[in-house]
Nanobody
Framework: QVQLVESGGGLVQPGGSLRLSCAASGSIFSIIAMGWYRQAPGKQRELVAGITNAGRTNYADSVKGRFTISRDNAKNTVYLQMNSLKPEDTAIYYC??????????????????WGQGTQVTVSS
């Protein structure tokens, strides 16, 4: 089973940038599709970015053009570069598996374990 530890969140002003990291353990990391999810208080968790084992990416419309997902399979790490941040990006960000990148299909909530996430707050 893969362990996931997210880091890199913080408080930034609108228009600012953050780079999130997700450190994973487990030998299967390099062969599975991964993604970044976010959840704001009172709102449903949503998939915002995904990447296949080979590096093909896809994004939710809300972050397209502003966020970039990448991965380093040798380091068992997935990243999310977040630029031009908006207050509506405020949420706890998690990484986890993605069932299908092309269709942006998230894993079922109860099927996988979630890490602690990392808090991103965008405020002036």
């Amino acid at each position: 089973q893969v362990q996931l530890v997210e880091s890199g969140g913080g408080l930034v002003q609108p228009g600012g940038s953050l780079r999130l990291s997700c450190a994973a353990s487990g030998s299967i990391f390099s062969i599975i599709a991964m993604g970044w999810y976010r959840q704001a208080p009172g709102k449903q968790r949503e998939l915002v970015a995904g990447i296949t084992n080979a590096g093909r990416t896809n994004y939710a419309d809300s972050v397209k053009g502003r966020f970039t997902i990448s991965r380093d399979n040798a380091k068992n790490t997935v990243y999310l570069q977040m630029n031009s941040l908006k207050p509506e990006d405020t949420a706890i960000y998690y990484c986890n598996r993605v069932l299908n990148i092309a269709s942006m299909t998230a894993v079922p909530e109860r099927i996988v374990d979630w890490g602690q996430g990392t808090q991103v707050t965008v405020s002036s």
